[in-house]
């Protein structure tokens, strides 16, 4: 008895842009998506949707390279706590791929050099712009802004509300979640980080 083996076909690649997303196969998705809810993605007010929606994870997925950040000498200062706070970003749960509102506060103590502020929001949304969970994110930030001042002596504070718990699960909407990561002298010395929080809370 003669068999013939038969090689399965290879699955196919998909097609893949320089930045790593194929905002034609979302597209795509995005359409087959509709039509398994039960809508028709060439109806009026959807048959562009697809495209939208790929441009957005484009744009929210792509935000570059974590930006240089700018620092200016102040040779009187030794020691001054500097916290920035006021940032919101958005970012998405990679758990279940709906966003989360994050809003930051950081700080550092200046040792002979002051960092730019407008830096501070720019590496908050850098971080932010993927799939995340608010605990990575804290310490990613304040590992990014150690290397920075290059010294260990910076505090994030990151307060979130996730519309995954908003709106599924258990449907809490006033639920908040609250991440710190403390490092240097800000780990080591309770006075300072109570006053790092203490200001933190307040912005």
């Not at 809810?37 to 949707?49: F, W």
């Not at 929210?60 to 974590?66: C, D, H, K, Q, V």
């Not at 720019?122 to 799939?131: E, K, T």
């Not at 605990?135 to 505090?155: K, N, P, Q, S, Y």
Request: charged share 20%.
């Amino acid at each position: 008895m003669t068999g013939t083996t038969v090689t399965p076909a290879a699955p196919a690649v998909p097609r893949q842009r320089s930045d790593g997303i194929d905002t034609d196969l979302v597209a795509d998705l995005i359409g087959q998506l509709l039509v398994a809810l039960g809508e028709d993605p060439q109806r009026e007010g959807l048959a562009e949707t697809p495209k939208r929606v790929a441009a957005w994870w484009r744009d929210f997925l792509s935000p570059g390279s974590a930006p240089a950040a700018t620092c200016f000498t102040e040779s009187h200062l030794a020691g001054q706590l500097v916290v920035v706070g006021g940032m919101s970003v958005w970012s998405l749960c990679e758990h279940h791929m709906i966003p989360m509102n994050l809003q930051v506060a950081a700080g550092y103590l200046a040792e002979g050099e002051v960092v730019g502020l407008s830096k501070f929001g720019r590496v908050a949304q850098h971080f932010a712009g993927r799939l995340q969970v608010q605990e990575r994110f804290t310490r990613e930030v304040a590992e990014h802004l150690a290397g920075v001042i290059g010294r260990e002596d910076v505090a994030v504070a990151v307060r979130g509300t996730h519309l995954c718990m908003s709106m599924r699960g258990v449907r809490m909407e006033g639920a908040r979640t609250t991440t710190v990561h403390t490092g240097g002298r800000f780990k080591t010395d309770p006075v300072l980080s109570q006053q790092f929080l203490t200001v933190a809370s307040g912005q």
